[in-house]
């Protein structure tokens, strides 16, 4: 399949026509319909039976190849024990920042963290998060049709079954502050080696994924029945953010408030930006070549919410802006008025040919942040 940017547009459109591991420990994605749970355990997994190494004959340790996006020879992280994480995060009544830097190595997410592996049943049959280094990542893998198999065939959509991965979310919810909230994160998307792979993040009332799916190709979708709002980065350097009311409806059934891109403003009085062809300064979102480390292109992403506005910035620069959206078009209300939660998720197509490896950073989130904090 091609690249997220070009494929997924597409297969929505038809939419709408149509080293030793640790024993135990599952990896197993919940039963379609049911809600994911956050992980147990430092290294992860909810202790009990492995199903999915049974389901496709794998090893604890499998696929044990280096992650596409890691420096070799590193292993992926369910190939060994993690460390307990220790929390460096600093709170504030509706604000939240860590820096990762507690100088931990191979350590799993502290408990100031919620933690949902496999967080929607599907090919991508098992994740880990994990810090290491000064940042964070999470290791995926999944097992399917070959990219490429079915790329702009409704059935591959219909189904999902292809698309999926983990996320995390602060253990803590956040309010808007004047019709505002700002979210913050450091993420190497611009990582060349990425077959289909991108860093997305939601904002949603939902205190963790619902068990009904409104979008089955992105990590937003699986918290239907909640309002959400969120932004997915791909390593074409384009963007993309959505939004969804709160009735549970599937796209296709006119669950989505507005899906917005350098090709799509859902009626912005004003719209800038979202590509490189379009964005004032494409250069200031960077990229890595295939072996190059992560921290070449660890971007730093601001992401400001407002009730008929969505602004992403790079590095300081504004790359995508959509203001002044139709009353029909904006933000749900809800989301404004109601306690909510951030969630960083990291999600896949497939995640072959083993398994691959998404770098986070630096996280914030404040209805007062701006894009130079």
């Not at 509706?94 to 350590?107: P, Y």
């Not at 980065?233 to 969804?244: E, K, M, P, V």
């Amino acid at each position: 399949m091609g690249k997220p940017s070009r494929c997924v547009p597409l297969v929505i459109g038809l939419l709408l026509l149509g080293s030793a591991c640790v024993p135990g420990g599952s990896s197993k994605a919940p039963p379609p319909g049911a809600p994911a749970t956050p992980a147990e355990g430092p290294a992860g997994d909810a202790p009990g039976h492995d199903a999915a190494a049974d389901l496709y004959a794998m090893s604890r340790c499998a696929p044990a190849e280096p992650p596409v996006g890691a420096v070799p020879p590193s292993a992926p992280a369910w190939c060994g024990p993690l460390a307990p994480g220790a929390n460096t995060a600093v709170t504030g009544a509706n604000s939240w920042t860590d820096g990762f830097d507690g100088g931990q190595d191979h350590a799993a997410l502290p408990a100031s963290y919620r933690v949902f592996e496999a967080a929607r049943s599907s090919n991508v049959f098992r994740t880990r998060h994990f810090m290491h280094n000064g940042h964070w990542m999470v290791d995926i893998a999944g097992r399917g049709d070959p990219p490429g198999q079915y790329e702009g065939d409704p059935r591959d959509a219909q189904t999902g079954d292809n698309w999926g991965g983990g996320m995390l979310s602060p253990e803590k919810s956040f309010r808007f502050e004047g019709g505002r909230l700002v979210v913050r994160f450091d993420a190497a998307a611009g990582t060349q080696a990425y077959n289909d792979a991108w860093p997305e993040i939601i904002v949603t009332t939902a205190a963790a994924p619902t068990g009904v799916q409104t979008d089955p190709i992105h990590a937003i979708g699986v918290f239907g029945g909640a309002p959400a709002v969120g932004c997915r980065l791909y390593n074409d350097r384009t963007s993309n953010c959505s939004a969804f009311d709160g009735s549970g409806r599937a796209i296709d059934e006119g669950g989505r408030v507005f899906e917005l891109s350098a090709g799509r403003s859902e009626g912005a009085a004003s719209a800038m930006g979202g590509s490189p062809t379009t964005a004032p300064d494409p250069s200031a979102w960077r990229v890595c070549a295939s072996g190059e480390p992560d921290s070449a292109c660890r971007d730093r992403f601001t992401v400001e919410f407002t009730r008929d506005s969505v602004r992403l910035w790079v590095n300081g620069t504004l790359y995508m802006a959509h203001t002044g959206l139709p009353p029909e078009k904006q933000v749900p209300q809800t989301l404004l008025t109601s306690d909510v939660y951030v969630y960083f998720a990291s999600w896949v197509y497939i995640a072959q040919p083993e398994s691959e490896r998404l770098h986070w950073g630096r996280i914030a989130i404040g209805p007062h942040l701006t894009p130079t904090d």
